[in-house]
């Protein structure tokens, strides 16, 4: 009776052992961590579970809501409310399929992430994706010092 479980335990280890570690994702131009462009608040408390902080307000654009998850660095915009507008991390454990993410060095993001360029914005560094223009899905990787130190993916409103 004991071998039985005693190989049925060991089979289990090897199994946990053999699996991939699961990351939070940050997808180009599409989302981080489980929470997508478009995706509604109910998607986003399916994938991500209840947020440790909720905001809501008013801006120049409208009604907007914003969950926090704390202990993920993570923060998702709602602009208008309904639909996720934008996503970002302040958190180290989100990462591109090429390993850049909040952390790495400028020149990762420049180079591992496919369509990105780096320039200085009215003081700020960003390596971006796309060119700012209304409407259009982009990925922001803000760098302080060298490093990136949040990344933002999300719709360009204005």
Known sequence: MLRP?????????????AAPAAHAVIQVDRGIA??????????VRAA??????????TNEFGRFVVFRYEGAGIRVT????RRVTTVSTTGLGDRT??????????????????GVMCESI????????????????ITVFII???????????????
Not at 34 to 43: D, K, P, V
Not at 48 to 57: H, I, K
């Open 48 to 57: 991500l579970g209840p947020p440790s902080r909720v905001a809501r307000g």
């Open 122 to 137: 009215g003081g700020d560094r960003l390596c971006h994706t796309g060119d700012f223009s209304a409407g259009q899905r």
């Open 5 to 17: 479980v005693l190989t049925l335990a060991a089979g289990l280890a090897a199994s946990l052992a």
């Open 78 to 81: 709602f602009q208008g409310a």
């Open 34 to 43: 489980g929470a997508r462009i478009g995706n509604t608040q109910a998607q």
């Open 97 to 114: 399929p090429r390993g850049v993410g909040v952390g790495s060095p400028e020149g990762d993001a420049d180079t591992k992430v496919s």
């Open 144 to 158: 302080r010092a060298g490093r990136v130190s949040r990344v933002d993916v999300g719709i360009v409103i204005d």
